[in-house]
């Protein structure tokens, strides 16, 4: 349901760094729910998955710290944004204390405010359910792009926030998708049953 921005400002707040200086599993699991921030448009975090860094053969820091993964070894909280499949950019919150490379990806988002822009983005969207259903859906929805490729969640234009009333959701795990190592790890986490995740996967 699509809520008028000021309103949405007014009943949440910007999730503090603390929030991303955990353990990555744990910042998935509990982005679920909150709302991605982008300008004038938000969507609710729906889907998600963990990446691991050094020990997981599917993260990007797997390989250690290179000229692009050097965000995901620093300071939590920053945005991790990437070019995929020549036309795709995803975006990743770092997590984990500084030193330990820990990311989620954003997999999937229910649209909140700013719908109307988010059509004109997409305009080959079927309907609100794929406006922001998938990695590469929602950061053009958003309008984000590499540019916002190693901003601060917590003071940029780029926030993730807490509604001041969360419902209680009931979280699915399945593996990843789309990738071909460590493709059985169980680090995918979607808001069971919500129509606006990416599509459904073997539990």
């Given at each position: ?132 259903n998938g990695p590469g859906k929602l ?65």
């Amino acid at each position: 349901m699509a809520i008028p921005f000021t309103q949405l400002l007014k009943d949440s707040a910007v999730l503090p760094r603390r929030f991303y200086s955990r353990p990555v599993i744990e910042v998935a699991r509990d982005c679920l729910g909150k709302i991605l921030v982008h300008g004038k448009t938000a969507g609710r975090i729906v889907e998600v998955e963990a990446y691991l860094g050094v020990n997981d053969r599917a993260a990007h820091a797997w390989r250690g710290i290179t000229d692009r993964t050097r965000i995901m070894f620093d300071e939590p909280g920053h945005a991790y944004v990437y070019f995929i499949y020549g036309m795709y950019e995803c975006l990743n919150f770092v997590s984990e204390p500084v030193g330990q490379a820990g990311c989620v990806l954003i997999r999937a988002l229910e649209p909140i405010a700013g719908i109307a822009t988010m059509r004109r983005r997409r305009p080959t969207a079927k309907g609100i359910e794929d406006l922001a259903n998938g990695p590469g859906k929602l950061t053009l929805a958003m309008g984000i792009t590499r540019k916002q490729n190693g901003v601060d969640l917590t003071t940029s234009p780029l926030q993730v926030r807490r509604p001041k009333s969360e419902p209680v959701i009931e979280i699915e795990v399945t593996p990843r998708i789309g990738i071909t190592h460590c493709a059985d790890w169980p680090l995918r986490f979607v808001i069971a049953g919500n129509r606006f995740a990416s599509r459904r996967a073997r539990t």
